[in-house]
């Protein structure tokens, strides 16, 4: 949204730093919490978008990730071994803007993702899970990055996501369940990484995003009337970058962070979004 | 009424600050490494309070881990071990009731359930996994009934049915499908856990495939006339299809569908299936039609892309960009 300076720039890389576990060697989500691989991809993304990366220990954290990586190609979160496709993915974006991605297994990876595919064309958290647009989007954007979307029935997938729009406009994250902003986010990137945006209503789901908007104090919350929260204003936010809503600055659905940024990195990938406008 | 809300603001800020003075409790002994009794009681308390402090949980299984279990006494033989984690257990199971979809709860769960020891008898080395894993199903069907769609719960359900100590036959999950689904057609996640149930069954060859494919169009063709609306069963229907080889049954379906169209002009769901599975026939099968059949096809194709780009306006590009694909099948 072009105010960057909002945020003190040395307090937010402190507050960063604040979070490194010396044990691990990787970031939690707050000072003296246990690294998490969430945690540390998040971590990543801030102290890149401060130019700040000279504070990272790379080798640390990049031997952390890979050790997450189990014999089955997925990842743990940490060290006590819940996995998801959610944590492939964190690994696989971190190491990416590292530069590191030499140093993963990617048959391994690209082998897990393929077997967590479902006959909807969508990707579940784990093997025989059901498709869920927010893993949906994950097992996409890795692939992406991984320069393997061959591995994805576009039409099928494209299909389940349009499916995805409900007569309010707005779009839920499973078959026959409610709407709600953050899936504007995981639909609409993975429909942009597909190159498929035109085949939903932009305008009903733009109209439902602003729709759930505080007026009053600010912010965007999961459905009109619900109370906003940081978590619902990032991706009805990110939902409306991607639609070409006036103003805002484009953002890349594969990293979820600014596409000037990721284009300056080299990291680019052909997804793409409604052309902005102007009004 | 302004005194009342002044209580009530006072009591939930003396409730953060005891919250606060617990959280900060709680990091110190952990970096100070405190194994003890005392710290693992205070984990229970914060987690009470907050069950996603996820560092706190970990903590919990470092206590258990570094500092109880391996203390070797009276305090802590095998039987002890195996009654702290089913205490463990019960006490997930009341958290989950009110925070159903924390993954860190889920997660802890399964840690207890594999860190059961192994006893109680030499006879006897599975009995206390055999009782603690065979409650599961039990806790799990619970948290279905109270949100059939809970995501954490069908995964945690398929990771107990494939890891318990004494495997339930498939068989029974497929009923359990059932029931879940004749209580509601669009329980979806029901639907999927079918088709995986099935493709197993088929696989091992413990049911007839093509029996059971015939149980699952009846069932299905009830669905879709109960409420053709209804999202979760078409895309049943399509994996069913799917990949469409066997020609009878692709033509009576679209047969089928079409009866179905008659009756209900403006079903979307009838139009898009029709379009997909005579464009399965295009693919499939032009070795067995003619090119007045094919001819015939694809204007069939055409003229329903048509009519769902007017009733499904908001995916009318899709039905514009399926008609240039049709029409290559020409
Ligand atoms: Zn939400």
């Known amino acids: 949204m072009n105010h960057k300076e909002a945020l003190d720039r040395e307090e937010v890389i402190d507050f960063v730093m604040s979070c490194w576990d010396e044990d691990a060697g990787a970031f939690g989500a707050h000072p003296d919490h246990d690294a998490h691989i969430h945690s540390t991809l998040s971590a990543i993304q801030i102290l890149i ?166 007026l009053e104090h600010g912010g965007i919350a999961d459905r009109p009337g619900d109370q906003p929260d940081v978590f619902h204003t990032q991706f009805g936010v990110a939902g409306l970058s991607l639609l070409g809503y006036p103003g805002l600055n484009d953002l890349d659905p594969v990293y979820c962070m600014p596409a000037s940024l990721i284009e300056r990195m080299g990291l680019k990938k052909g997804w793409q979004a409604l052309p902005r406008r102007t009004n | 009424m302004v005194e009342a809300l002044e209580a009530k603001k006072l009591k939930e800020h003396a409730k953060l600050k005891e919250y606060l003075a617990l959280t900060d409790e709680v990091i110190v002994k952990k970096n100070g490494r405190d194994w003890s009794r005392d710290a693992f009681d205070l984990t229970t308390r914060v987690l009470h309070v907050n069950p996603e402090f996820y560092t706190v949980w970990n903590y919990r299984r470092h206590i258990l881990v570094h500092g109880i279990f391996p203390t070797r006494s009276v305090l802590c033989t095998p039987p002890e071990i195996n009654e702290i984690l089913t205490t463990d257990l019960s006490l997930t199971t009341a958290h989950l009731k009110q925070h159903p979809k924390v993954y860190w709860i889920w997660n802890h769960r399964r840690w207890c359930l594999e860190n059961v020891p192994v006893g109680p008898t030499e006879d006897d080395p599975d009995g206390w996994r055999r009782a603690n894993w065979n409650k599961e199903l039990f806790v799990v069907e619970r948290m279905l009934d109270a949100d059939a769609r809970n995501f954490h719960a069908w995964n945690y359900r398929r990771y107990v049915l494939a890891s318990t100590p004494v495997q339930r ?52 063709k009830n669905a879709m006339y109960t409420d053709p609306g209804d999202q979760s069963v078409w895309i049943y229907h399509r994996w069913l299809v799917e990949p469409g080889n066997d020609y009878e049954i692709l033509r009576r379906e679209i047969t089928s569908i079409q009866e179905l169209l008659d009756e209900q002009p403006d079903s979307k769901w009838c139009m898009e299936s029709l379009v997909f599975y005579h464009r399965l026939q295009l693919r499939n099968h032009s070795s067995r039609l003619t090119d007045t059949d094919k001819q015939g096809i694809v204007q069939r194709c055409l003229q329903l892309l048509n009519d769902l780009q007017a009733v499904d306006s908001p995916r009318r590009q899709r039905y514009i960009d399926l008609s240039t694909e049709v029409q290559k099948l020409a």
């Open chain 1, 49 to 214: 978008m401060q130019d700040a990366l000279d504070r990272l220990d790379v080798p640390r954290v990049v031997d952390f990730i890979l050790s997450l990586q189990q014999e089955s190609g997925v990842f743990s979160g940490d060290s006590f071994g819940e996995i998801d496709t959610r944590f492939l993915y964190c690994a696989v974006n971190a190491l990416s803007l590292l530069g590191q991605l030499d140093k993963l297994d990617v048959e391994k990876t690209v082998g897990y993702i393929r077997k967590c595919r479902n006959f909807d064309g969508g990707f579940g958290a784990c093997i025989g899970a059901e498709s869920h647009a927010a893993m949906v989007w994950v097992c996409t954007a890795a692939l992406a990055i991984l320069d393997r979307l061959d591995e994805i029935d576009h039409e099928t997938l494209g299909w389940w996501l349009a499916e995805r729009q409900l007569p309010s406009g707005g779009l839920n994250g499973r078959p026959e369940k409610l709407e709600d902003v953050c899936y504007s986010h995981w639909v609409l990137s993975s429909l942009s990484i597909l190159n498929k945006l035109t085949w939903i209503d932009a305008e009903k789901v733009t109209a439902f995003i602003l729709s759930a908007q505080d």
């Open chain 2, 169 to 220: 036959a498939e068989q029974a999950e497929l009923t359990y499908t059932t029931r879940k689904i004749e209580a509601n057609f669009s329980n979806f996640s029901a639907w999927h856990q079918r088709s995986k149930v099935l493709t197993s069954l088929w696989d091992s060859g413990k049911l007839d495939i093509k029996k059971s494919k015939e149980d699952e169009y009846e069932l299905v």
